[in-house]
Nanobody, 123 residues
Framework: QVQLVESGGRLVQAGGSLRLSCAASGQTFSSYAMGWFRQAPGKEREFVAYITRSGASTVYADSMKGRFTISRDNAKNTVYLQMNSLKPEDTAVYYC????????????????WGQGTQVTVSS
């Protein structure tokens, strides 16, 4: 079992930046690929980015490329999402998730989830 707790979400103006954190506890953090997903009201859960177990590889949704950066610190059992040039359409609840094996864009393939953190971008 892995427990995940996100933090860092808040209200920010368009063009601003935020860094989300996801702290993990439980089984060996480095055994899990980590993903960030988001869900806006009335919309399906959406892939944002994932990072492999070692942190050597990352994958992003097209709309986030160049603006968002996923990283991890296995010594601190934490995964981060740096978000720059935020837009109102980035407003959503952001979730981190963990899965054994390789990362994946499909949220249903992730075993463990945090409770989410709200990001609101004002225009």
């Amino acid at each position: 079992q892995v427990q995940l707790v996100e933090s860092g979400g808040r209200l920010v103006q368009a063009g601003g930046s935020l860094r989300l954190s996801c702290a993990a506890s439980g089984q060996t953090f480095s055994s899990y690929a980590m993903g960030w997903f988001r869900q806006a009201p009335g919309k399906e859960r959406e892939f944002v980015a994932y990072i492999t177990r070692s942190g050597a590889s990352t994958v992003y949704a097209d709309s986030m490329k160049g603006r968002f950066t996923i990283s991890r610190d296995n010594a601190k059992n934490t995964v981060y999402l740096q978000m720059n040039s935020l837009k109102p359409e980035d407003t959503a609840v952001y979730y981190c998730a963990a899965r054994g094996g390789p990362g994946d864009r499909e949220w249903r393939k992730y075993y463990y989830w945090g409770q989410g953190t709200q990001v609101t971008v004002s225009s």
